[in-house]
């Protein structure tokens, strides 16, 4: 098992641009989170997927949206880019049984996203 | 609103003496705490969770309700521990985790 794998690896886009990137979870996990860290910060919380649906989401705006497939890879698009966009995009993958409480998430290396 | 605090941006130490990384929490709420480390060129992952009360590498964390903290400690270092550390708070039944910002733990030789 891979784990969890992120791509791309890391991409350079202009202000105004739309991104993709894309996420497959830890083989056997159901739940997938996307965090955004900017350089010299701890990882924030952007938005969660389960069942192909997004079940909670962090203080970001709409420009941020996401897509969970029937495999439970994921993908996170962010639309009209923004320089303060740049940062660390990190993938996490966990298992929800029911409501099982604290259930590990699994990172991902991240995909390094430059706005010029 | 949940914020996770983590006072020291740099920490320092030598290899033999005791860490102690800070962390403390405000949440209202009943929350689960945890550390994740990153080391050098690796992705980030977990160190411990205090739900299971374990030492990892002979790291351990109390969660202290009273004083909403959860430092992590290990009474000697090693030079294999220099990394980055965060800590996290997870509210009851949503696993989204809310981070520190952390702490970047070096040991000297």
């Known amino acids: 098992d891979a784990g969890v794998t992120q791509s791309p690896t890391h991409l350079i886009k202009t202000r105004g641009q739309q991104v993709t990137l894309r996420c497959s979870p830890k083989s056997g996990h159901d739940t997938v989170s996307w965090y955004q860290q900017a350089l010299g910060q701890g990882p924030q919380f952007i938005f969660q997927y389960y069942e192909e649906e997004e079940r909670q989401r962090g203080n970001f705006p709409d420009r941020f949206s996401g897509h969970q497939f029937p495999n439970y890879s994921s993908e996170l698009n962010v639309n009209a880019l923004l320089l303060g966009d740049s940062a660390l995009y990190l993938c996490?993958?966990?298992?929800?049984?029911?409501?099982?409480?604290?259930?590990?998430?699994?990172f991902g290396p991240g995909t390094r996203l430059t706005v010029l | 609103a949940q914020r996770v605090t983590q006072p020291e941006k740099l920490l320092s130490v030598f290899k033999g003496a005791p860490v102690e990384l800070k962390c403390n929490y405000s949440?209202?709420?009943?929350?689960?705490l945890f550390w994740y480390v990153q080391y050098s060129r690796q992705r980030l992952q977990l160190l411990l969770r205090h739900i299971s009360r374990e030492s990892i590498k002979g790291f351990t964390a109390d969660l202290n309700k009273g004083e909403t903290s959860f430092h992590l400690k290990k009474p000697f270092a090693q030079e294999e521990d220099s990394a980055m550390y965060y800590c996290?708070?997870?509210?009851?039944?949503?696993?989204?985790?809310?981070f520190g910002q952390g702490t970047r733990l070096t040991i000297n030789p």
């Open positions: 996290a708070l997870s509210i009851q039944g949503a696993q989204k985790l809310v």
């Open positions: 949440y209202s709420g009943s929350p689960e």
């Open positions: 996490a993958s966990s298992w929800t049984s029911g409501r099982a409480l604290g259930n590990e998430q699994f």
